[in-house]
């Protein structure tokens, strides 16, 4: 499990570096709530900072899936998509 994190306006936000495999690869995955931050409330991003977080993050879990193993958050990512 390899946790590090991305910064956004300044404040830093907990990642997680998933192997997904295949065609995949090594992609990270990060909190909702970032996800949230991230965009208005039309979808559009709120910066350009915001656009290239956005873009070195694959996915975007619920905080408490962070507890999980990395198969298990592989799996249930995986599932989701």
Do not use: H, W
Request: with cysteine; charged share 30%; net charge negative.
């Amino acid at each position: 499990m390899r946790n590090d994190s991305i910064e956004f306006r300044g404040r830093c936000y907990r990642l997680r570096t998933i192997d997904f495999g295949g065609e995949l690869g090594v992609l990270n995955v990060a909190s909702e709530l970032l996800d949230e931050l991230l965009f208005d409330s039309t979808g559009q991003y709120r910066s350009k900072e915001a656009e290239s977080v956005d873009e070195q993050i694959f996915y975007f879990i619920p905080n408490a899936s962070f507890r999980l193993s990395d198969d298990k958050l592989r799996n249930k990512i995986l599932a989701e998509i």
